[in-house]
């Protein structure tokens, strides 16, 4: 069965500062995909990088990148120069096979407060 | 011009009661999904659904039922509602075929329903 996991359920840095938000996974699947999405305080979710298990290279999405290290299954969001505006919830998903619905399992989530 | 959009944002009802939740997309997407976000801001998905089949996730009781009129509106219908269905509901779609960096879930803004 797929797994996500999220072992930092919240986590302080400093304006201006990197921050890395953990993520592993659990799959049999040699074909999946990663996401990462943002949940403000306002409750939206918003879609930031994606991680293809076939791709060669880290995804980056301006200050977002992506740590994947796939022989440890673990795909870490690393925000750089971090703003205010980036105080929120995080949370990685994997993508289900398509056997099992096209859909997404998310993780718990982490709290990300910015401090000025 | 809203995306995806959900209605109504609050909803508190008595337990007992039957209520609905509308959601519309507007990206012409082929797929729908709801998920239910808990207290703890875990995102659990419920069902996903296109035109040619309903995907449920097996620990949703069957109290929760989706109805499509048409490919651009997924319904939420929850009968008999209990405490533990309090809980922010999200819609959410996507194109046909696995998701990805190119094809990703786009959600609603969430519907807080209180059973009182």
């Known amino acids: 069965a797929q797994k996500i996991t999220q072992t930092q359920p919240g986590m302080f840095v400093q304006e201006k500062e990197a921050v890395t938000l953990d993520c592993t996974y659990d799959?049999?699947?040699?074909?999946?995909?990663l996401f990462w999405y943002k949940q403000p305080s306002s409750g939206e979710m918003i879609f930031l990088i994606y991680q293809g298990s076939y791709d060669e290279q880290n995804a980056t999405e301006g200050r977002y990148s992506l740590n994947f290290q796939k022989a440890r299954k673990s795909a870490n969001l690393v925000i750089s120069a971090s703003q205010l505006g980036d105080s929120a919830m995080y949370f990685c998903?994997?993508?289900?096979?398509?056997?099992?619905?096209?859909?997404?399992?998310f993780g718990g989530g982490t709290r990300l407060m910015v401090k000025p | 011009d809203t995306a995806v959009s959900q209605t109504p944002k609050y909803l508190v009802t008595q337990m007992g009661n039957d209520k609905s939740i509308k959601c519309e997309q507007n990206?012409?997407?082929?797929?729908m999904y709801w998920y239910k976000q808990d207290s703890k801001k875990f995102l659990k998905i419920m069902f996903s659904?296109?035109?040619?089949?309903?995907?449920i996730n097996e620990t949703v009781p069957n109290r929760f039922s989706p109805k499509s009129p048409d490919k651009a509106h997924l319904n939420l219908h929850i009968n008999s509602l209990e405490l533990g269905d309090s809980a922010v509901y999200f819609c959410?779609?996507?194109?046909?075929?696995?998701?990805?960096?190119?094809?990703?879930?786009?959600f609603g803004a969430g519907s807080r329903l209180t059973v009182l």
């Open positions: 998903a994997m993508r289900l096979p398509l056997n099992a619905g096209n859909m997404l399992t």
């Open positions: 659904y296109n035109n040619k089949e309903l995907i």
């Open positions: 799959t049999s699947d040699q074909s999946y995909g």
């Open positions: 959410a779609s996507s194109q046909a075929g696995r998701l990805s960096g190119a094809n990703v879930l786009t």
């Open positions: 990206l012409g997407h082929d797929t």
